[in-house]
């Protein structure tokens, strides 16, 4: 679930239901809005106007949802023909920019980063040994 600046809406995951949700806060009611296979996590940017959507499925895939308009595009994380991903978590950058999301599998693993200006495309893959799952941003001390 992710809750916007103001407190009077938030966007939910309902995996098992295929579905993220738009959240009235106030009049504690909700609206399916987004036919998404399997939703996981959410993040939005700072402006609130996208809000991307990591998705379970395979192959790993992020969801970028225009939350104006609620277009979805799906942004194809792990290489091509590295076999069975699934998406993990992401973060978004404060300007919404960049978005880092993991992704997981036996044969490909890795962190990728995907520019929102330059029409959801993925700019870096950086690999990584295991399964990551999380991700966040911390400021060094």
Do not use: C
């Amino acid at each position: 679930m992710v809750v916007s600046h103001n407190n009077k809406t938030a966007f939910v995951s309902r995996r098992t239901f295929n579905q993220v949700a738009l959240v009235d806060l106030e009049s504690h009611t909700y609206d399916d809005v987004l036919p998404i296979s399997l939703p996981d996590t959410l993040r939005l940017s700072a402006n609130e106007k996208l809000l991307t959507v990591g998705v379970r499925t395979s192959p790993a895939q992020l969801a970028v949802v225009d939350t104006e308009t609620l277009a979805v595009q799906f942004v194809t994380l792990a290489p091509p023909n590295t076999g069975t991903t699934t998406g993990g978590h992401q973060w978004t950058t404060s300007n919404g920019q960049f978005t880092f999301a993991s992704y997981e599998g036996v044969m490909s693993a890795g962190l990728v980063v995907i520019d929102h200006r330059a029409d959801n495309q993925v700019v870096q893959r950086l690999p990584y040994a295991g399964a990551p799952h999380g991700v966040t941003h911390a400021l060094p001390e």
